[in-house]
């Protein structure tokens, strides 16, 4: 009976107290990558404070993360640009509750190697530099404390941005729901550990405005924010994502525009949350089809 208590007490502390260590310390990387610490002046000191940050995590993700992030930014619901965007596999094999439940479980890995497969970018210098410091990093702590420390890194931030509370931003941010915006805000108190991720129309409307700033932003243009449906509760987010109709990973709003085109598409769609479904046909899996994007011409 003791070794169960202690086998869930580790659990417990991976999950909780790890897992949301290594989230917070993931969503301090996406602060990082729009040089919103150190400014854009100082890229190099942003890169190597964002490995830094990095380490307890135990995988190199720093550097890749902020690479790609930048595409997600131009390419918002774009198929092939926009790494965040569900493959198509994953929407075919993801639609009953049970499957959308497993498919937070092991979010991360898509969510790690999904922009390799979509849109490979060439490999840079300092995701070298980022790869070999972790790798340098990873053998000290095995070294000296074991394996298992190693470990519990690692499934920590498994666990952190797999099936845990905070990681409904990665739900709530741009996959639809029954008002069919493609970015909503979530205004909650897991802010607090997310550095304000979850203002997230905010963010995409204005992408080098600093977390601390975010909330005096919506306040200011509330006009505009305001009127923006939102959610309130990540968990309910991600209870929504398993169990209620037309959800999971098909519940994403794409656009085809061209990737050679970008100023088209920044022309047509000015702010994040003026992509919506009226303009670009919603994804779905009914009868194992996928319907290819329609954009609709502006009258």
Known sequence: MMKMNGSMMKNHMCQDENGTINHSLGCAIHEVGHNLVFGHKYGKANRLYSIFINLPMGLPIAISYRKYHQAHHRWLGHEDGDADMPLLFE????????????????????????????????????EIINFIIQIIFDIIIWYYFGIWTLAYFIIGTLLGLGLHPLSGHFISEHYLFADQQATHSYYGIGNYLMYNLGYHVEHHDFPYIAYTKLPKLKMIANEYYDQLPYHKSLCKVLWDFVFAPNNGPQAHCVTSQDLSKPEIYKNQYLSSNLLKCTNATLRTSKSGQIKKPEIKKKE
């Open 91 to 126: 929407v075919k094999l993801f639609t009953h509750p049970i499957s959308r439940f497993i498919w937070l479980i092991i979010h991360p890995i898509f969510y790690a190697f999904r922009p390799f497969i979509k849109h490979p970018l060439p490999l840079t210098l300092w």
